[in-house]
């Protein structure tokens, strides 16, 4: 699930597991470095792998000026 700045929620359907975060991100063109991800509320790198049953939040960051 990615929370996006708008508050609008995306859901990402992961069809092969043993993928980095960080491989599925890319694939779905968002940027590694712009988000904050989260299993089971702790933040984790997004070089971790995902396995099945996993449930990830990524927070969608972003700054202003």
Same mark, same amino acid.
Not at 27 to 46: C, F, M, R, Y
């Given at each position: 699930?990615?929370?996006?700045?708008?508050?609008?929620?995306?859901?990402?359907?992961?069809?092969?597991?043993? #993928?980095?975060?960080?491989? *599925?991100? /890319?694939?779905?063109? @968002?940027?590694?470095?712009?988000?904050? !991800?989260? #299993?089971?509320?702790?933040? *984790?790198? /997004?070089?971790?792998? @995902?396995?099945?049953?996993?449930?990830? !939040?990524?927070?969608?960051?972003?700054?202003?000026?």
């Amino acid at each position: 699930v990615l929370n996006m700045p708008s508050g609008e929620t995306r859901e990402l359907i992961v069809k092969e597991y043993g #993928k980095t975060i960080e491989d *599925i991100l /890319v694939e779905n063109n @968002i940027a590694p470095d712009s988000v904050v !991800i989260l #299993k089971d509320g702790k933040p *984790i790198p /997004v070089t971790e792998k @995902i396995n099945d049953g996993d449930s990830i !939040i990524a927070i969608v960051a972003f700054s202003g000026g």
